[in-house]
T-cell receptor
């Protein structure tokens, strides 16, 4: 299995809703990431988990809450989002301290209304 | 100044053309260089990676790194309509978990 699987593929939520994005990989990767990508822009790093511990938080607002229940799973809990949070949310994984890139999932396209 | 600069295009070429995609960077500590391909509404897919300077070839794709000029390139030979996508360069100074992405170049190969 060489894939990163993200669910759901599309999500529409209101500003008062609570929802979660899910990510799963079975490649034995010990680093997992959340990225946010707006249209025609590069991915922006949000969070990095290394060995299931949060190692990087790029000053992301608290309405985004990551969770890594085990080495294969990564969640992103969403609450009280704003319309400007609408974007493609990408999960990725890599070998710990790998200089040779990530494996990305296909993303969740989030629309906040 | 951004860490990584990449011309966003769009770039449009006829099928069979040789495509050259480029990135420049300012941080001389970068040692690990990657190219990703991203189709519309999909996640980026790792195409090639190189360490330090030199060339690397994989099928129709060749990655070049010139550290003295802080310049990297991706060449696509015999371009195909299926190569139409956005190409992102990314780089890192060390074996770690953080990469710096270019803004991406949008490529269209016309049949």
């Amino acid at each position: 299995d060489t894939e990163v699987t993200q669910t759901p593929k599309h999500l529409v939520m209101g500003m008062t809703n609570k929802k979660s994005l899910k990510c799963e990989q079975h490649m034995g990767h010990r680093a997992m990431y959340w990225y946010k990508q707006k249209a025609k822009k590069p991915p922006e790093l949000m969070f990095v988990y290394s060995y299931e511990k949060l190692s990087i938080n790029e000053s992301v607002p608290s309405r985004f809450s990551p969770e890594c229940p085990n080495s294969s799973l990564l969640n992103l809990h969403l609450h009280a989002l704003q319309p400007e949070d609408s974007a493609l949310y990408l999960c990725a994984s890599s070998q710990e301290n790998s200089g040779f890139g990530y494996t990305f999932g296909s993303g969740t396209r989030l629309t906040v209304v | 100044q951004k860490e990584v600069e990449q011309d966003p295009g769009p770039l449009s070429v006829p099928e069979g053309a040789i495509v050259s995609l480029n990135c420049t960077y300012s941080n001389s500590a970068f040692q690990y260089f990657m190219w990703y391909r991203q189709y519309s509404r999909k996640g980026p897919e790792l195409l090639m990676y190189t360490y330090s300077s030199g060339n690397k070839e994989d099928g129709r794709f060749t990655a070049q790194v010139d550290k003295s000029s802080k310049y990297i390139s991706l060449f696509i030979r015999d371009s195909q309509p299926s190569d139409s996508a956005t190409y992102l360069c990314a780089m890192s100074p060390y074996l770690g978990n953080q990469f710096y992405f270019g803004t991406g170049t949008s490529l269209t190969v016309i049949p």
